[in-house]
């Protein structure tokens, strides 16, 4: 079993910029890459970011290209999201998940919030 847990989340400005944390634990050595999702009010959950442990797989969501920079530490199994250039609309709930098996999420966090205010 892996287990997740996210921080860094909280309330900043626009423009401002947050850095969230993933620390996993357990069987790590099944995880295949992790992800970053998020969920807004009344919103569906949706992707943000991912990249696999030898960190030559990484991807963004189009919304947040260039702002956003996910990088991971092997040694200490963890997973970082950097978020920069903040907008209102980037407030949600901030989701680390993993994945043992390609695009196959099934691994969860409890979730961190982020609020960003205009």
């Known amino acids: 079993q892996v287990q997740l847990a996210e921080s860094g989340g909280g309330l900043v400005q626009a423009g401002g910029s947050l850095r969230l944390s993933c620390a996993a634990s357990?069987?790590?050595?099944?995880?295949?890459?992790m992800g970053w999702f998020r969920q807004a009010p009344r919103k569906e959950r949706e992707f943000v970011a991912s990249i696999n442990w030898s960190g030559l797989s990484i991807y963004y969501a189009d919304s947040v290209k260039g702002r956003f920079t996910i990088s991971r530490d092997n040694a200490k199994s963890a997973v970082y999201l950097q978020m920069n250039s903040l907008k209102p609309e980037d407030t949600a709930v901030y989701y680390c998940?993993?994945?043992?098996?390609?695009?196959?999420?099934?691994?969860w966090g409890q979730g961190t919030q982020v609020t960003v205010s205009s």
């Open positions: 998940a993993a994945a043992r098996m390609p695009g196959n999420y099934d691994k």
């Open positions: 357990g069987r790590t050595s099944n995880v295949y890459a």
